[in-house]
T-cell receptor, first 117, second 115 residues
Framework: AQSVTQLGSHVSVSEGALVLLRCNYS??????LFWYVQYPNQGLQLLLK??????LVKGINGFEAEFKKSETSFHLTKPSAHMSDAAEYFC???????????????FGKGTHLIIQP | SAVISQKPSRDICQRGTSLTIQCQVD?????MFWYRQQPGQSLTLIAT?????????ESGFVIDKFPISRPNLTFSTLTVSNMSPEDSSIYLC????????????FGPGTRLLVL
């Protein structure tokens, strides 16, 4: 079984400040990890993914995340927030293995990022 | 990445009726999934749509309520049957590609309101 915990349902930062969205996962098998962004009234867009290669992954729009196995974490960061970053962010986990009902993603509850001018 | 379209994009339905949502992908994909996002909530996997066989449902979801078809590698439908206001949600189709099997891509979603 897998689970994802996103600390903070709402995070507010000032424009130009560091963005840090926290994600911790639980998985009994090696995981693939993902961050998705959802803008109002839109579907989900993949920001970045960890798939067993480099532990520091870079995504779109200046976001990056670091996989830390010892901490079971995959926190999302961006050095300087922009107003356009305001959205809902979801962390998700999947097993590296396929089949046996393990093919779908398990999502965290999401973090709403608010950017203050 | 795969380009996914869904029809309808939104609908308002009366309780007791059924709605069929279509998902079309621009390329052949190995796996297709259906997710539900209830208002203000995260995404929950409903089922995996299997080509040529019955869908695999997650705990809490049953075929009688959410029948799924997948006649080929680019198309699937999800029916929400005998709807109640609790079924008001966004329903999202998702796929994993043949080339990039690590990543799941999502359609734009179908926004359903049941009165």
């Amino acid at each position: 079984a897998q689970s994802v915990t996103q600390l903070g349902s709402h995070v507010s930062v000032s424009e130009g400040a560091l963005v840090l969205l926290r994600c911790n996962y639980s998985s009994s098998v090696p995981p693939y990890l993902f961050w998705y962004v959802q803008y109002p009234n839109q579907g989900l867009q993949l920001l970045l993914k960890y798939t067993s290669a480099a532990t520091l992954v870079k995504g779109i729009n200046g976001f990056e995340a670091e996989f830390k196995k010892s901490e079971t974490s995959f926190h999302l960061t961006k050095p300087s927030a922009h107003m356009s970053d305001a959205a809902e962010y979801f962390c998700a986990v999947r097993s590296v293995y396929s089949g046996g009902g393990a093919d779908g993603l398990t999502f965290g509850k999401g973090t709403h990022l608010i950017i203050q001018p | 990445s795969a380009v996914i379209s869904q029809k309808p994009s939104r609908d308002i339905c009366q309780r007791g009726t059924s709605l069929t949502i279509q998902c079309q992908v621009d390329s052949q994909v190995t796996m297709m999934f259906w997710y539900r996002q209830q208002p203000g909530q995260s995404l929950t996997l409903i089922a995996t749509a299997n080509q040529g066989s019955e869908a695999t449902y997650e705990s809490g979801f049953v075929i009688d309520k959410f029948p799924i078809s997948r006649p080929n590698l680019t198309f699937s439908t999800l029916t929400v049957s005998n709807m109640s206001p609790e079924d008001s949600s966004i329903y999202l189709c998702s796929v994993r590609g043949r080339r990039n099997q690590e990543t799941q891509y999502f359609g734009p979603g179908t926004r359903l309101l049941v009165l």
